[in-house]
């Protein structure tokens, strides 16, 4: 079975400065990695994924996300954090089979919290 | 493009009544789509994935005939929450997944908030 672990509940940053947010995974094969972002009554929106090659993976909005094989890892990260990216933030996993529909693993989520 | 909608975005009804709600690709084709369900401060969980042509497939501890699942065309999917209580109030958001596509990527519509009173 997929897992997907945001250890934080919240994150506080303030803005300017670089913002972490942590997700480890778990599963048997391959991982294709998702990071979304929600803001309040609203779904989800994609920011970036992981499926293969560098593992650093740029996406939406200056985020980037490094995939730590050895760590299973795949925090999120943005070297100057923005009051506007407050919001809601998704990590989620699947694992890679081909030609089948994919279920999705979020995990808890990690509210940022971008401070003046 | 990868536009999922949703409607209505937010649904008020009384205890007893069913509630439609629809997910629609709006430019892409969607042979699969999926419903999740939100709770407050909570993350997502997957309800059911919705075959167009075919039968839904439920999550362990969803009713099927609760939640009935329709997915009659490749652009949209429809969620009927029936004879809805107020434990079935949440944030119902639905994600399609375009037909062909590569990693099987997901596109998220922006949510239903229902109510039941």
């Known amino acids: 079975a997929q897992s997907v672990a945001q250890p934080e509940d919240q994150v506080n940053v303030a803005e300017g400065n670089p913002l972490t947010v942590k997700c480890t995974y778990s599963?048997?094969?391959?991982?294709?990695l998702f990071w979304y972002v929600q803001y309040p009554n609203r779904g989800l929106q994609f920011l970036l994924k992981?499926?293969?090659?560098?593992?650093l993976v740029k996406g939406s909005y200056g985020f980037e996300a490094e995939f730590n094989k050895s760590q299973t890892s795949f925090h999120l990260k943005k070297p100057s954090a923005l009051v506007s990216d407050s919001a809601l933030y998704f990590c989620?996993?699947?694992?890679?089979?081909?030609?089948?529909?994919?279920?999705?693993?979020f995990g808890t989520g990690t509210r940022l919290q971008v401070t003046l | 493009g990868a536009v999922v909608s949703q409607h209505p975005s937010r649904v008020i009804c009384k205890s007893g009544t069913s509630v439609k709600i629809e997910c629609r690709s709006l430019?892409?084709?969607?042979?699969?789509m999926f419903w999740y369900r939100q709770f407050p401060k909570q993350s997502l969980m997957l309800m059911a994935t919705?075959?167009?042509?075919?039968?839904?497939?439920?999550e362990q501890g969803v009713e099927k005939d609760k939640f009935l699942i329709n997915h009659a065309s490749l652009t949209l999917s429809t969620l009927t929450v029936t004879s809805a209580h107020p434990e079935d109030s949440s944030f119902y958001i639905c994600?399609?997944?375009?037909?062909?596509?590569?990693?099987?990527?997901?596109?998220f519509g922006p949510g239903t908030r229902l109510t039941v009173l």
């Open positions: 919705s075959n167009e042509g075919s039968k839904a497939t439920y």
């Open positions: 989620a996993v699947r694992e890679d089979h081909t030609g089948t529909a994919s279920k999705l693993t």
């Open positions: 994600s399609a997944q375009p037909a062909g596509s590569s990693y099987n990527e997901q596109f």
């Open positions: 599963v048997s094969g391959n991982p294709y």
């Open positions: 992981y499926i293969t090659g560098d593992n």
């Open positions: 430019d892409f084709q969607a042979t699969t």
